[in-house]
């Protein structure tokens, strides 16, 4: 079993100093608690809701800058690991990033694939690599953003590239079918599913919470309300790989991978139809 920390806090906005600091509080804490993997919101060091790309750009992190390295000073004092987000800026580029962070630094990183008409994405060049699982002691972990979890798609390809868990931070403004989604996602690819949600209001828009996990049969774990909080949860990693399901043997079995049929979704990767060609408007 692998005990995972949700942490569900409330960023400030352009204070990437602080919210490192309150976020290896979260871990130091987490980890006294007993858990091995903490995960933050989408955006978690830098916020989200920024009106322009100035703005973020000043407000973004580096991957070699001080606020990482703190965080996994935080890891490498409590033995765990994390998921942190944040605004990054490479070069005169920004990504909307994820990273995780082990007891030796940072392992990973994970640029949001896609982006909308909305808060800092208006502004980040979207992620160009298939969707990540990393190999890490705890586990074979997958990394979404946000609006990537609305798109069935990259839950697949996380599963079919061994993903037992997969961790989705998020920056939520509303609430809508997310419960559904969660539990769909970790439901139709046996795979256990954590999304964690920010709270409080940015720029004048209200984050609600709502952080949940669910299990590899889409069976709802744990859920926190619309404040601060800590969502503790034990996730059985080794049942996401037993892909087959017996409810009675002969009689009802099934197996989300193996009865798949591939040769026959080529559709999926054809151009899409006509309409707008750039997607959701970008500033």
Not at 122 to 134: A, D, E, H, M, Q
Not at 167 to 178: F, H, Q, S
Request: charge should be negative; aromatic fraction near 8%; proline fraction near 6%.
């Amino acid at each position: 079993m692998l005990a995972v920390c949700g942490v569900q806090m409330d960023p400030r906005r352009g204070e990437a100093s602080a919210n490192a600091r309150a976020a290896c509080a979260a871990i130091e804490a987490a980890a006294a608690e007993g858990a091995r993997l903490v995960v933050f919101p989408e955006a978690s060091l830098t916020g989200y809701v920024f009106h322009d790309r100035d703005s973020a750009h000043e407000a973004a992190i580096e991957a070699e800058g001080g606020e990482l390295a703190e965080i996994a000073g935080a890891c490498r004092a409590t033995g765990a690991w994390s998921v942190v987000g944040a605004v990054e800026r490479a070069g005169e580029l920004l990504h909307n990033s994820l990273f995780l962070v082990g007891p030796e630094g940072l392992a990973g990183r994970y640029h949001k694939l896609h982006t909308l008409c909305l808060g800092v994405d208006r502004f980040t060049t979207p992620g160009s690599r298939p969707p990540s699982v990393f190999d890490t002691p705890l586990g074979r972990i997958g990394l979404n953003i946000c609006y990537d979890g609305t798109f069935p798609e990259t839950a697949r390809a996380l599963k079919l590239a061994g993903a037992q868990l997969i961790v989705l931070p998020t920056n939520w403004p509303n609430l809508w079918l997310k419960r559904e989604q969660v539990r769909m996602r970790a439901y139709e690819n046996h795979v256990n599913y954590l999304a964690v949600n920010r709270v409080g209001i940015e720029e004048g828009v209200e984050f609600h919470g709502g952080s949940m996990a669910a299990d590899p049969r889409g069976e709802m774990m744990a859920e926190l309300g619309d404040g601060p909080g800590f969502l503790h949860v034990e996730f059985d990693l080794r049942a996401a790989d037993a892909n087959r399901v017996i409810v009675q043997g002969g009689e009802y079995e099934y197996d989300y991978v193996a009865d798949r049929r591939p040769e026959l979704y080529g559709g999926l990767t054809d151009a899409p139809p006509a309409g707008e060609p750039s997607g959701s408007r970008r500033a």
